[in-house]
Nanobody, 121 residues
Framework: QVQLVESGGGLVQAGGSLRLSCAAS????????MGWYRQAPGKQRELVAT???????NYADSVKGRFTISRDNAKNTVYLQMNSLKPEDTAVYYC???????????????WGQGTQVTVSS
C-alpha cells in the first residue's frame, strides 16, 4: 500500500506564510510528478502547483510569485511554501503523486487526506 500524509496547514493572517509537507510511504518503486491541489467550499478542486521528478514546476496563475513547490526525492516528500497568503487561498489542500509501486506495475495516482488552510483578513 501507499500513503500520502500531509502536514503544515493551519490558520494564518493575510500576508502571512505557511509551509505544507507531504510524505509518501509504503511500497514505492518510483515517483513521477507530485503536486498540490486545493478545494474551497462550494468550488471544484483546482491545481495549485506540480513538480516533475526532474524538478520542472508548474503553477496556477493565481499563486505564481507567491507559492513555491519543491521536493526531496530521497525522502519521497513534496513541499509547498506559501507566502503573501490571501483570504481567497483558504481551502483544503491535497497532495497528489503519480507513484509506481514496482517495476511490474504501471504508475497510479494517489491522494492525501487533505489539510485545511485558513487565511483571515
Amino acid at each position: 500500500q501507499v500513503q500520502l500524509v500531509e502536514s503544515g496547514g493551519g490558520l494564518v493572517q493575510a500576508g502571512g506564510s505557511l509551509r505544507l509537507s507531504c510524505a509518501a510511504s509504503g511500497t514505492i518503486f518510483s515517483i513521477n510528478a507530485m503536486g498540490w491541489y486545493r478545494q474551497a467550499p462550494g468550488k471544484q478542486r483546482e491545481l495549485v502547483a506540480t513538480i516533475s521528478s526532474g524538478g520542472r514546476t508548474n503553477y496556477a496563475d493565481s499563486v505564481k510569485g507567491r507559492f513555491t513547490i519543491s521536493r526531496d526525492n530521497a525522502k519521497n516528500t513534496v513541499y509547498l511554501q506559501m507566502n503573501s497568503l490571501k483570504p481567497e487561498d483558504t481551502a483544503v489542500y491535497y497532495c497528489n503523486a503519480d507513484i509506481r509501486r514496482s517495476a511490474w506495475y504501471v504508475s497510479a495516482d494517489y491522494w492525501g487526506q487533505g489539510t485545511q488552510v485558513t487565511v483571515s483578513s
